[in-house]
């Protein structure tokens, strides 16, 4: 019976130290899972990141192209609101002058 005894403990003992090497095991596979689970998370929001990099800085390029070129359209509608104020002051200015010539011409000859 004694002898019996001591193999259900040795059977114990061995049972043991098997499951205390599963557990550790385990823990190594859990281990080694989270840290490539979070290499993957860290790589995919590096990538995330430089996406959106990439397509904030294409946004500015192309807000800048879009201003530039309403500039100029308003530089040029501008320039040619002051081209045509300029020949129709002149216009007005040649006007004005002849009215002066006539209305001195019609008063001298009075």
Same mark, same amino acid.
């Given at each position: 019976?004694?002898? @019996?005894? /001591?193999?259900?403990?040795?059977? /114990?003992?061995?049972?043991?130290?098997?499951?205390? &090497?599963? =557990?550790?095991?385990?823990?190594? !596979?859990? =281990?080694?899972? *989270?840290?490539?689970?979070? *290499?993957?998370?860290?790589?995919?929001? $590096? &990538?995330?990141? +430089?996406? @959106? +990099?990439?397509? !904030?800085?294409?946004?500015?390029?192309?807000? /800048? =192209?879009?201003? $530039?070129?309403?500039?100029?359209?308003?530089?040029?509608?501008? #320039?040619?609101?002051?081209?045509?104020?300029?020949?129709?002051? $002149? #216009?007005? !200015?040649?006007?004005?002058? +002849?009215?002066?010539?006539?209305? /001195?011409? *019609?008063? $001298?000859?009075?």
């Amino acid at each position: 019976m004694k002898r @019996i005894i /001591e193999e259900v403990f040795e059977a /114990e003992e061995k049972v043991s130290a098997i499951l205390r &090497q599963a =557990q550790t095991q385990a823990s190594e !596979v859990r =281990q080694s899972a *989270e840290r490539e689970i979070s *290499e993957s998370l860290g790589s995919a929001k $590096d &990538q995330a990141r +430089q996406i @959106i +990099q990439t397509a !904030v800085e294409q946004a500015k390029k192309e807000a /800048e =192209q879009i201003r $530039d070129e309403r500039l100029r359209k308003a530089e040029s509608a501008a #320039g040619g609101l002051v081209g045509n104020s300029t020949s129709n002051l $002149d #216009g007005l !200015v040649e006007t004005l002058c +002849q009215v002066i010539r006539t209305t /001195e011409y *019609e008063t $001298d000859s009075h």
